[in-house]
Nanobody, 127 residues
Framework: QVQLVESGGGLVQAGGSLRVSCAAS????????MGWFRQAPGKERDFVAAILWTGGTTYLANSVKGRFTISRDVAKNTLSLQMNSLKPEDTAVYYC????????????????????WGQGTQVTVSS
């Protein structure tokens, strides 16, 4: 059984940095991909970033390019999201997700194409 557990959320001032992580267990993700999504209060869950587990190709939403970096530690089966220059509009619950089907590069931003989800971690950016 795959389990995804996020950690590292919290409260930070605008302009600050925060790193959220996702510990994955239950299987290897070689050949597949993982991503981060976020959901702000009263809004739909949106794509933030994704990464191919093998090779490390990354994908970022336009709203976070130049500020966020997604990475993975294959040995530790851990996914991370480094968030810099945070803005109040980045406030949301951040979820990690895993897709265990091929053709990740064509579906990385579509949440319905992900198989497993974490419970989410709250990130709050104060102005």
């Amino acid at each position: 059984q795959v389990q995804l557990v996020e950690s590292g959320g919290g409260l930070v001032q605008a302009g600050g940095s925060l790193r959220v992580s996702c510990a994955a267990s239950g299987r290897t993700f070689s050949g597949y991909g993982m991503g981060w999504f976020r959901q702000a209060p009263g809004k739909e869950r949106d794509f933030v970033a994704a990464i191919l587990w093998t090779g490390g190709t990354t994908y970022l939403a336009n709203s976070v390019k130049g500020r966020f970096t997604i990475s993975r530690d294959v040995a530790k089966n851990t996914l991370s999201l480094q968030m810099n220059s945070l803005k109040p509009e980045d406030t949301a619950v951040y979820y990690c997700a895993a897709r265990i089907e091929f053709n990740f590069e064509n579906f990385y931003s579509r949440q319905e194409k992900y198989t497993y989800w974490g419970q989410g971690t709250q990130v709050t950016v104060s102005s």
